[in-house]
């Protein structure tokens, strides 16, 4: 039997070798993979999925696979200079070099997921890393911009979290800028 020119043509880039290197990841996957790796975190998953589909928001348990730190919104908005939460963003993704933010309007607070270790070693005045154990409000990877708790800064990936260095340096440029005004 002989194939069309064009399901051999097909099936010959479909084999290992004609694929690309690396593969170019949507963003709806990105953030499907983003929100699995999240849910790891949840005491009950679906319970999860269910108050991210009602409320935007979901509590998960800081200390396994990360945890926060909590930082006033007029600390951030001083490191960045600006109050337009878009500006922020793409201060924070200049900043940060990855990882990951999002706001809690309501609190007036910025979250920085970090690694879960860091809960016990943070020592940075005007800021706080939740301990183990604390429940955190997370917003749903799935971008609403409206909603009182959001991403500035999503996720590159599962596992993607910031360095703990750069949001003390943040934190800390952010002090001075205040105290630099003050004077």
Not at 43 to 62: I, K, S, T
Request: glycine letters at 8%; aromatic letters at 6%; proline letters at 6%.
């Amino acid at each position: 039997m002989m194939m069309s020119k064009t399901t051999q043509e097909n099936r010959a880039t479909s084999t290992p070798e004609a694929q690309p290197a690396h593969r170019i990841v949507a963003g709806h996957e990105r953030r499907a993979a983003v929100k699995t790796w999240l849910l790891t975190a949840a005491d009950n998953r679906e319970m999860a999925r269910q108050e991210w589909q009602r409320q935007g928001v979901a509590l998960l348990r800081c200390g396994g696979i990360l945890t926060a730190v909590r930082v006033p919104l007029l600390l951030v908005e001083a490191a960045a200079g600006t109050n337009d939460r878009r500006e922020i963003g793409v201060y924070l993704d200049a900043a940060l070099l990855g990882g990951a933010a999002f706001l809690d309007e309501t609190s007036s607070h910025v979250y920085f997921l970090v690694p879960p270790t860091l809960w016990n070693r943070w020592r940075v005045p005007e800021s706080e890393c939740l301990v183990k154990d604390s429940y955190l409000g997370v917003p749903d990877p799935d971008p609403d911009p409206d909603e009182a708790a959001r991403w500035l800064l999503d996720m590159g990936g599962p596992g993607d979290l910031c360095s703990s260095s750069a949001v003390r340096q943040l934190v800390e440029f952010a002090r001075f800028r205040i105290a630099q005004s003050g004077s």
